[in-house]
């Protein structure tokens, strides 16, 4: 029996994203990454929203410190190419920045229904990933490989994806991207777990009022 490499399953993933984008939205044309404004610092606890909201493309949210900047810019890229409708939220160049302006603006644009899926990256993703899961309505995973893409959205619905640009390489990157995109989430016993997190987070913003 033969076995399939990384590189092969990449490319097979790439091609269903991409024919997945194609049945589900017009194509167009230029570049759909678009740059928000520079991120505010964190005030209040955002709404939660989990829904979908009804664009003609996906809308994704991305955002990255110095550490994973260049890593940003490559995904924006591909993205684009997919067909999703990118916000990018900074960082805008490798000068030493705080991951956590980013990564709070990216899961601020999820929580407030803004975007469908939001990606934060930076060197290790996981300061980023902590950020993230601060913000109500926000259930960031740090991923590392296809198994934890998988796992993530299937029996959490993840909503944001962290990633640490030093630890993973870009085609690793890409191929855990597409994987995330495109798995859906099981519901049965996992919704009730994922309920009882929805009900934790509740229980202490009551406690702040």
Same mark, same amino acid.
């Given at each position: 029996?033969?076995?399939?490499? $990384?590189?092969?399953?990449?490319?097979?993933?790439?091609? *269903?994203?991409?024919?997945?984008?194609?049945?589900?939205?017009?194509?167009?044309?230029?570049?759909? =990454? =678009?740059?928000?404004?520079?991120?505010?610092?964190?005030?209040?606890?955002?709404?939660?929203?989990?829904?979908?909201?009804?664009?003609?493309?996906?809308?994704?949210?991305?955002?990255?410190?110095? &550490?994973?900047?260049?890593?940003?810019?490559?995904?924006?890229?591909?993205?684009?190419?997919?067909?999703?409708?990118?916000?990018?939220? &900074?960082?805008?160049?490798?000068?030493?920045?705080?991951?956590?302006?980013?990564?709070?603006?990216?899961?601020?644009? @999820?929580?407030?229904?803004?975007?469908?899926?939001?990606? *934060?990256?930076?060197?290790?993703?996981?300061?980023?990933?902590?950020?993230?899961?601060? *913000?109500?309505?926000?259930?960031?995973?740090?991923c590392y490989d296809h198994a934890t893409a998988i796992n993530?959205?299937?029996?959490? $619905?993840?909503? *944001?994806?962290?990633?640490?640009?030093?630890?993973? &390489?870009?085609?690793?990157?890409?191929?855990?991207?597409?994987?995330?995109?495109?798995?859906?989430?099981?519901?049965?016993?996992?919704?009730?777990?994922?309920?009882?997190? @929805?009900?934790?987070?509740?229980?202490?913003?009551?406690?702040?009022?």
């Open positions: 029996m033969s076995t399939i490499s $990384d590189a092969q399953l990449g490319e097979i993933v790439h091609r *269903v994203v991409q024919q997945y984008m194609l049945d589900t939205s017009s194509s167009s044309s230029g570049d759909t =990454t =678009t740059r928000s404004a520079s991120p505010a610092s964190p005030l209040e606890p955002q709404p939660e929203a989990q829904k979908k909201p009804n664009f003609g493309k996906a809308a994704i949210a991305i955002g990255a410190d110095h &550490g994973g900047f260049s890593l940003k810019e490559k995904v924006n890229k591909h993205l684009a190419e997919l067909g999703y409708n990118v916000t990018d939220c &900074g960082a805008y160049n490798t000068q030493s920045v705080d991951y956590p302006d980013f990564a709070y603006a990216v899961a601020k644009m @999820v929580s407030e229904g803004k975007a469908w899926r939001g990606i *934060v990256i930076d060197g290790a993703g996981i300061g980023s990933c902590i950020v993230a899961n601060k *913000v109500p309505g926000v259930r960031a995973a740090m993530s959205r299937e029996h959490n $619905d993840a909503n *944001v994806l962290a990633l640490g640009a030093g630890l993973i &390489g870009e085609n690793l990157a890409m191929q855990i991207i597409d994987t995330w995109l495109m798995s859906e989430f099981l519901g049965g016993r996992h919704a009730r777990r994922v309920d009882k997190i @929805v009900a934790i987070e509740k229980q202490f913003l009551k406690s702040e009022k």
